[in-house]
Every structure is written in structure tokens, then in C-alpha cells.
């Protein structure tokens, strides 16, 4: 029976949580010339998840752990919320070699893992060991089941409301450095099976400087069962000016799976990050909904404030705080790439 059948599906990641996983980033390769000048945004991001539920760090080996434990306790993070685990990785992004984790609507005390299929975004980068997290993660927790559907698939590329909808884009998705034997009514029979939905909603294409192919979490977001944040860029001269506006249009012709159209809120891009000649994809779609906050990149420019209200006025019941990623986008992702969510058991 498939994890759907089950009874099993992802949460939205506004329910709350038990814990964050991340990977902490050590790959000089990611951030080339400058990984030193990303760890104050990062540690900072690990210390404000911890002021409201664990946070799981996986780490290459004891040495790692304990400068990672020296690094949070001289920020006085609150570290009875911290958890270090060796399990070796090649790079920090959780969001996309890390476990699904399933809940049950059944049986609210169970949970489950997927372990997806991970080859680094189509074969750019090496892999082989973070296609092993989940299953590392899993040993760690035995008592939950463990599917493995066989096909490759990436956190970042979904987005869930937990009501049985499902955001994605055909440039991932359908992209023949993924899963070339699939057309889109098969991969949307995964998604279904296990993801535990029932409606999917595709967009195009990603925002420029994104390695990933079109990652969905740098473009629209769930933020309610029945509203989508959706960035949006204002200069018609830029080149992701028109990719968004498509996108913006696909989502007006849009339908749940209760049939209704979703209220569509605009975000805006910030303004255009280089670095060493490179355009670099900036968003602030790449939030992190953690229990009682959102966490939003931000950029040293005007649009921060305005993000910052937005993001507010969608969640009025967290605290939206904003953290400088200027630094860590140079690795071509930002707080949501880095994160993945453990649902609480209820």
C-alpha cells in the first residue's frame, strides 16, 4: 500500500513542529571564496529555530560536532533545543536530500519518513552521500515506516497547504535530468501517493541564477489552505519579469481540491544580487515557517520593509523576522533550501 493509501500525508509547514533538520554547510565549492562570511546569518537562523522547537544538525564527524556545539553556545543559543548527529553529506541542503516526513490522519501519533531519490539537481554536483541522509535519519528513528518510492524528487520543488493541494513547476519536474522515464501523469501519481494529495498545481519556470532547475520555493508558496504568496517582478526589463508574470497568470486559472480559486497575494523580488559576475537567485519566497515565526532572506535593500509587511499581514499570528542572506545566496539558496520540517505528533 502506498504511504497515501495508508493514511499518511505532509502537513502544511505552518503545523507545528517538533523539530528542524539542516545539514550544516562546510563545502567550499558552494560558496566559493567567501563560506566564512555566511556562518553569523546561519548561526543566527539555527538560534532563532531553537527559541521555539529542537533543531537536528547533521554533521560530518566529531570534530565538526563539537566546533558547531562552540559556535551556537557563544551565541547563546538555547542548545537544550539542539541536537548534533553524524551523518556525512556533501552539502547543507536539507530541504532537498533530507527526509519527507508524513504524518498520519488516521492515527495522529504516527509518522512516517520518504526517501526520495536525490542526484544533486539533475547530476551537477557530487552526491553520494547526501542521497543517504534520509536514510541515516531513519535509523535514528526506526519506529517510523520508511518508503522509498525509487525516483528522484526534491524538497524544494513541492510545496504543500495539507489540505490536498500541491505547487510545482514542469521545469523541474518534467526536466529530463530528473526522471526521463516518467511523463507527467506518472510523476503526478507519485506525488499523490506519497505526499498524501490530491491536486496538482503547475507553474513554469524558475527565476535566473537557480541551479535547481525552477525550485517552486523560490517562486509561490502555500501561506494558508487557501491562499499562495507568489513573487512577482515590477522592472518589465528584467529577465524574470516575464517567467513570473506566466507563472502569476497560471495561478489565476488555478483550482483547489475543494474547487475553489485560491486567493493570490504578490511578493515582491528584491533587488538584483551579483556576485563575481553572477546573477544569483534572490527571493524572498525562500522563508521557513517555524513554530510561532517566519524566517525570510534578506538582501540590504528597500524591498526588505516591504516583504517584511506582506509576510506579516499573512501571518499575523507569527513573528516574522528577517535575516541578511546576501552572503549565503552566493550558494544559490537560502533559509527554506537549508531546512526541513518534523511535524509534532498530535
Not at 555566511?38 to 565538526?64: C, R, W
Not at 553524524?86 to 526517501?115: E, T
Not at 524538497?155 to 495539507?162: A, E, L, Q, Y
Amino acid at each position: 500500500m502506498t504511504p497515501k493509501e495508508q493514511g499518511y500525508y505532509m502537513p502544511a509547514e505552518w503545523a507545528k513542529h517538533e523539530a528542524t533538520w539542516l545539514t550544516y554547510p562546510k563545502n567550499p565549492d558552494s560558496w566559493p571564496g567567501k563560506i566564512e562570511t555566511i556562518y553569523p546569518s546561519y548561526h543566527l537562523f539555527v538560534k532563532t529555530l531553537a527559541e521555539g522547537e529542537q533543531v537536528h544538525i547533521n554533521v560530518d564527524d566529531e570534530t565538526m560536532l563539537q566546533h558547531v556545539k562552540a559556535e551556537l553556545e557563544a551565541i547563546d543559543t538555547n542548545m537544550r533545543n539542539i541536537f548534533l548527529h553524524v551523518i556525512p553529506s556533501n552539502d547543507a541542503w536539507c530541504r532537498d536530500h533530507g527526509p519527507a516526513f508524513l504524518l498520519n490522519r488516521n492515527d495522529s501519533s504516527k509518522r512516517a519518513i520518504v526517501n526520495w531519490n536525490h542526484n544533486a539537481w539533475g547530476g551537477k554536483y557530487p552526491y553520494e552521500l547526501d542521497t543517504q541522509v534520509p536514510v541515516h535519519i531513519h535509523e535514528l528513528m526506526p519506529e517510523m515506516p520508511l518508503f522509498e518510492p525509487g525516483i528522484v524528487m526534491e524538497g524544494g520543488s513541492i510545496d504543500v497547504n495539507g489540505c490536498g493541494d500541491l505547487l510545482t513547476t514542469t521545469s523541474c519536474l518534467l526536466n529530463p535530468n530528473r526522471n526521463p522515464h516518467l511523463d507527467q501523469d506518472q510523476i503526478e501519481g507519485y506525488l499523490r501517493d506519497y505526499y498524501g494529495v490530491d491536486n496538482i498545481i503547475w507553474l513554469g519556470d524558475g527565476i535566473v541564477g537557480d541551479d535547481t532547475d525552477g525550485h517552486v520555493d523560490d517562486l509561490s508558496r502555500f501561506v494558508s489552505p487557501d491562499t499562495i504568496i507568489t513573487a512577482v517582478e515590477e522592472d518589465v526589463w528584467d529577465e524574470n519579469y516575464e517567467p513570473l508574470q506566466k507563472n502569476l497568470r497560471m495561478l489565476s486559472r488555478c483550482r483547489l481540491a475543494n474547487g475553489k480559486q485560491p486567493t493570490i497575494v504578490e511578493l515582491p523580488m528584491p533587488d538584483v544580487v551579483f556576485y563575481d559576475g553572477q546573477r544569483l537567485p534572490a527571493s524572498y519566497a525562500n522563508f521557513y515557517i517555524a513554530n510561532g515565526k517566519v524566517i525570510f532572506p534578506t538582501y540590504r535593500c528597500l524591498t526588505d520593509n516591504e516583504a517584511a509587511y506582506i509576510l506579516e499581514v499573512c501571518f499575523p499570528e507569527h513573528e516574522v523576522i528577517g535575516i541578511d542572506s546576501t552572503d549565503i545566496i552566493w550558494g544559490l539558496g537560502s533559509f527554506h533550501c537549508l531546512s526541513q520540517q518534523m511535524p509534532a505528533i498530535r
